[in-house]
């Protein structure tokens, strides 16, 4: 494990989703990167699995990619809350859900209509999505109460 690691969350494997007490997955944590790609970058988030009886770094992703994929997950989430008024689950004229800025430019957020089965698997992504409403409502709730929470510093 990395000598860098600042925070810590064992045991991740219980909690893990659909997957809790039984994922490989065992530890998130945060501190200096430790895959080259990432050095230039001051914090990492790392996903630790465990081999063999260790822990092996899994998957490690710059903080601010971290927020960014949380940005594209949440407006995906207000998105399909209305996407049921069109009858393809978006406009095929018009695939743009949104550009969010940051950094001094825009990060796009639509539909993949390069997907040549874009309408079947839209409907299939919908209803996955309900389907996990429960586990991602509960991180939902926990997630704005800690940006509520963070607006005050």
Not at 36 to 45: F, G, L, S, T
Request: aromatic share 6%.
């Amino acid at each position: 494990m990395n000598e860098k690691t600042v925070i810590v969350s064992k045991d991740y494997n219980r909690v893990d989703g659909r997957n809790a007490y039984t994922s490989d997955i065992k530890r998130l944590t945060l501190g200096e990167p430790i895959l080259e790609e990432n050095k230039k970058m001051q914090i990492a988030a790392q996903i630790w699995k465990e081999k063999d009886g260790e822990l092996v770094l899994a998957q490690e992703l710059p903080v601010h990619q971290v927020f960014d994929l949380m940005i594209l997950l949440s407006r995906t989430l207000i998105y399909f809350k209305e996407a049921y008024r069109m009858p393809l689950l978006y406009d095929p004229e018009n695939p743009m859900i949104e550009r969010v800025g940051v950094q001094g430019d825009a990060m796009s957020v639509e539909i993949c209509v390069d997907n040549e089965n874009i309408n079947e698997d839209i409907k299939a992504f919908a209803q996955s999505l309900n389907d996990l409403g429960e586990i991602i409502g509960e991180r939902q709730r926990v997630l704005t109460s800690i940006l509520e929470e963070l607006k005050h510093y």
